[in-house]
């Protein structure tokens, strides 16, 4: 694991030239694309949940790749203006974003939404891509290319807490891909298929998992589409 200093000389750390940063990227789709990018690009891991971070560099680093763990939370501008910052002074941009980060609030009737729950969702969700797109933007320049990953369940039943502050950061990164289309970075919202992860876990409980697709496979798949 490579601890993040700007101060640090580079050179010792990265031996490829593509840089991706993947927020969200302790478990699910976004440990899947980590893994998935890691042969060509050096991997900036970010989420709270140190031990899924672990985990992923202990993957990258057994198949020959790279990884920077930055164990911190996407909501906290400070932590992530200061990530942005040490990013461009140790090596200058990115080639990639992927933004999988996400509050995922148990299944509720729109009556009986809390208070508490919402503004977490609102948060994770929307707010946050007021500071991270502004903070990401400049690493990407004109030709690194940021992912978003769209989910179709806005009005929905009882998904009123995720799928309402999902579809605001969904149509956010459309705006900045219809901005950018001619000028750069690509900007791309992709379409996964139903995936066995903890989210939707959450959310349908009683699921049978084996009918659907493993992160692992959709970020193939996704990536593949992208080439």
């Known amino acids: 694991m490579a601890a993040l200093d700007p101060a640090q000389n580079p050179r010792h750390i990265i031996a490829m030239t593509k840089l991706a940063l993947i927020t969200g990227a302790s478990r699910g789709l976004g440990f899947a694309l980590a893994e998935a990018l890691a042969p060509t690009h ?3 891991a970010v989420a709270r949940t140190v031990g899924g971070l672990e985990e992923l ?3 990258i680093q057994s198949k020959g ?3 920077t763990l930055a164990p911190m939370d996407v909501t ?4 992530m203006a200061h990530l942005c910052r040490s990013i461009h002074d140790r090596w200058g941009g990115l080639a990639l974003w992927a933004h999988t980060a996400i509050h995922a609030s148990a299944l509720t009737p729109a009556p ?3 208070p508490k729950e919402w503004r977490k969702a609102l948060t994770t969700n929307a707010d946050a891509m007021g500071h991270l797109i502004p903070f990401v933007a400049p690493l990407l320049g ?3 290319t940021a992912l978003f990953f769209d989910d179709p369940v806005t009005g929905q039943k009882f998904y009123g807490y995720y799928g309402t502050t999902k579809a605001a950061q969904i149509a956010l990164a459309r705006s900045w891909a219809a901005e950018t289309e001619r000028t750069g970075p690509r900007v791309h919202v992709l379409s996964p298929n139903p995936m066995a992860t903890a989210t939707r876990a ?5 699921e049978d998992r084996a009918a659907l697709a493993t992160p692992q496979a959709e970020a193939l798949r996704l990536l ?4």
């Open 42 to 44: 050096h991997i900036i």
């Open 57 to 59: 560099d202990d993957r």
């Open 65 to 67: 790749g790279s990884a």
């Open 76 to 79: 906290d501008r400070d932590a």
């Open 112 to 114: 009986h939404i809390d």
């Open 142 to 144: 004109e030709t690194g």
């Open 202 to 206: 959450r959310f349908h409980p009683g």
């Open 224 to 227: 593949a589409e992208l080439a």
